[in-house]
């Protein structure tokens, strides 16, 4: 990586915006009885391919465990009638900007991300004990 992040944030301001242009319109389609679902659905695999192809192109590998299981975990939220009216695709894309982001990050800055990572270890910890955290 020359320093530049796979995602501008241009690309990730386009890329939220067309989720929530799609979560409308799949919103608005879902309202018609019987055919607006089966056509919201249609509309579901063309979304999920739309961004799995946009991911694709900016060097983001989507057969990840993670990243498949929230793409087809998008999918399917909005493919369950009613349900569709969430913003899964938008709280996907925003999910799969966030992860790449972060991954950039502690690729650029190895300490900070194994200081985190120690910090994330003694939360999780603290967690297990039932006890409130010192403050």
Request: net charge positive; glycine share 10%; charged share 15%.
């Amino acid at each position: 990586m020359d320093g530049e992040s796979k995602i501008s944030d241009m690309t990730a301001v386009l890329m939220i915006g067309t989720a929530i242009f799609f979560d409308a319109a799949q919103a608005l389609i879902g309202w018609i009885p019987i055919v607006g679902n089966i056509l919201a659905d249609l509309f579901s695999i063309v979304i999920f391919l739309t961004f799995f192809l946009w991911f694709w192109m900016h060097g983001i590998k989507m057969i990840t465990p993670r990243r498949l299981t929230a793409m087809v975990g998008g999918g399917l939220v909005e493919m369950v009638p009613y349900l569709n009216l969430l913003p899964a695709w938008t709280g996907v894309v925003i999910y799969l900007i966030g992860t790449t982001k972060v991954k950039e990050m502690a690729e650029k800055h190895p300490t900070l991300a194994k200081g985190a990572m120690i910090a994330g270890g003694k939360i999780k910890s603290m967690n297990k004990t039932d006890r409130l955290p010192n403050v």
